[in-house]
Nanobody, 121 residues
Framework: QVQLVESGGGLVQAGGSLRLSCAAS????????MGWFRQAPGKERECVAA???????TYTDAVQGRFTISRDNAENTVYLQMNSLKPEDTAVYYC???????????????WGRGTQVTVSS
């Protein structure tokens, strides 16, 4: 059983930056693809960024060039660096893990409880 705990959310002005962290425990971190999802009120959950076990990254078009996902296998942690934030980035951000990258990106696997990100205009 994998446990995921997100941190780093908060309130930031448009144009600012935040760095989210997700600490994993209970499994062999290297064996999991990791991802960040978000869900805004009234909207469907979407996969923002994902990183495979080998370090390949993918991003949704809305955050390409502004967000960077990375992983530290020694620390069992995945990060999401968010720059040039916009009000439309406001959402609850969730960390997820699955041994299969494709399964991860359709929302399967283990999930954290989320962290709120609010971007003011």
């Amino acid at each position: 059983q994998v446990q995921l705990v997100e941190s780093g959310g908060g309130l930031v002005q448009a144009g600012g930056s935040l760095r989210l962290s997700c600490a994993a425990s209970g499994g062999i971190f290297n064996n999991y693809a990791m991802g960040w999802f978000r869900q805004a009120p009234g909207k469907e959950r979407e996969c923002v960024a994902a990183i495979s076990r080998s370090g390949q990254t993918t991003y949704t078009d809305a955050v390409q060039g502004r967000f960077t996902i990375s992983r530290d296998n020694a620390e069992n942690t995945v990060y999401l660096q968010m720059n040039s934030l916009k009000p439309e980035d406001t959402a609850v951000y969730y960390c997820a893990a699955d041994p299969d990258s494709r399964a991860l990106q359709i929302g399967r696997g283990y999930w954290g409880r989320g962290t709120q990100v609010t971007v003011s205009s």
